[in-house]
């Protein structure tokens, strides 16, 4: 969701270094019995550092380890960078992504995308005694985001005419808020919900706005080309839908009783086009 | 899909976002090396006062900032210092332009505590004898440093005062992480819309590069023009 920008460019470059010709990368990953995953590791719930085990956890450990199960290896996650992500990917340090990536039309030119294994909605939070109960509102006051991924183009769009300051984090972007600095902040709803959850007992005195500002699909990046992969990959992730499992791995991570409080799962494991 | 795409550098939404940002920059330089001009005299002035606790003082804010790095300064004066301020002043500061406000007092006490070395230096480049005989003519410390000693010490002073100006000049950028529109974050805003990276940052390394040499040129010239006179 982040970074696409940074991502972009360094694909791009790595694109014009040249990329080695592979053999078929699935039975490469048969050859050497495991399978290679590049994950954020930092993105709590989909990807994070359990405290008390010390190992990576979260929704799309478990999506990779149902591909690794049915390609019959061993799972072998390694953290990358945001921007990293296409990059290690073309160049073959990983053999899939699944670090909270977004599949849009113009990564499609770079890589291949999975079934969409989630979708999130951006929306804005502002405080109370703001007033405000609708997006347009956010016109001509100051909102507040993180800068270089989708969220800032999307505002925009959304309400052209709101004053958009970005931060490097979304913690800076959401301490701005908290101190006044702008009315609303703007971020993917599954973060967004988590920041709100850690206000306390303060989350009285804001306001999660209902509508969204756009909803992003995301999806495991896989190598441009890689047929086989893909289909073992799509292949896993129907099977997790039709058992009920993909159900499961939602609820356990996202759903009534996490930090992220989500009540209902939009949407399914069914489709790798977007809009 | 050409290389280098010079029509999106010289008109469009994209040309004004990097010349908005450019302009910002440069206001930004304007409003802190005019702030920090007066405090790096003061400053200046108290790290050779004849009171300790005013050199104590003097003494107290240069280290203290100059062993911060302008980052964190950056991060205290938006995040940090206006928290302190009564309700009132503050929601009337949140309202207006705060973050290149913040922006302007970290850059302006931070290059202060540079200049006020360089000052400082150039004042004591002076022989004390001068001092002396500023006061045996009976004039008291501020009187003496006023018409005896700065005069000639800060024609010393200007060239390495031009440099830190420089250094303020570069130093702008750093106002991106605080959501400053200066030209670095401009760079990046257009980076992000369009994915043309080479040419957004093209635009700024050239519009540094520009500013930067005219800045040079002027210290040369200033060089060349009133020349250190051998004492």
Known sequence: MRHTLLAAALAASTFLLGTVAHADQLADIKKKGELVVGVLGTDEPATFVDPKTR???????????????????????????????IPELQQGHVDLVAAGLTHNKEREAQIDF???????????????????????????KKV??????????????????????????????????????????????????????????????YVVLKQNLSTEALAIGIKKG???????????????????????????????DTASGFQTRDFKFESDKID | MPLFDYSLLLTGKYHDMLVAGLLLSLQLLAASLVLALPIALVVALLRLSPLAPLRWLGFAY?????????????????FGAPEL????????????????????????????????????SGIRAIPTVQFEAGRALGFGFLDTMRRVVLPQALRITVPPLISQTLSLWKNTSIATVIGVAELMY??????????????????ASAAYLSVSLAITGL???????????TI
Do not use: C
């Open chain 1, 55 to 85: 190992q990576i956890v979260g929704y799309e450990v478990d999506l990779v380890n149902a591909i690794a199960k049915k390609i019959g290896v061993k799972p072998v996650l390694k953290q990358i960078a945001v921007a990293a992500r």
């Open chain 2, 62 to 78: 240069v280290e203290s900032i100059r062993n911060i790095p302008l980052l964190a300064h950056m991060l205290f004066w938006y």
């Open chain 1, 226 to 256: 890689e047929s086989g992969l893909k289909a073992v990959v799509d292949d896993t992730l129907r099977e997790l839908e039709k058992s009920g499992e993909a159900q499961k791995i939602f609820v356990k991570w996202y759903g009534p």
């Open chain 1, 144 to 205: 507040l985001t993180i800068r270089g991924g989708t969220q800032e183009p999307n505002i925009r769009k959304a309400v052209p005419t709101a004053e958009v300051v970005t931060f490097d984090t979304s913690q800076q972007a959401f301490q701005a808020l908290q101190q006044g600095k702008g009315v609303g902040y703007v971020d993917d709803e599954a973060a967004l919900l988590r920041s709100y959850a850690k206000l306390g007992p303060a989350k009285a005195q």
């Open chain 2, 186 to 203: 401009q760079a990046g805003q257009v980076e992000s819309a369009t994915f043309r990276s080479f040419e957004s940052f093209a635009f």
């Open chain 1, 114 to 140: 999975s079934l969409t294994t989630f979708v999130t909605g951006q929306k804005a939070i502002v405080k109370k005694d703001s007033g405000i109960t609708d997006i347009p509102q956010l016109g001509g």
């Open chain 2, 85 to 120: 301020l009564p309700d009132g002043i503050k929601q009337w500061l949140y309202a207006g332009h705060i973050e290149a406000y913040s922006a302007i007092v970290a850059l302006a006490l931070y290059t202060a505590a540079f200049m006020a070395e360089d000052i400082r």
């Open chain 2, 219 to 229: 210290a040369t010239w200033y060089h060349h023009r009133f020349p250190v006179r």
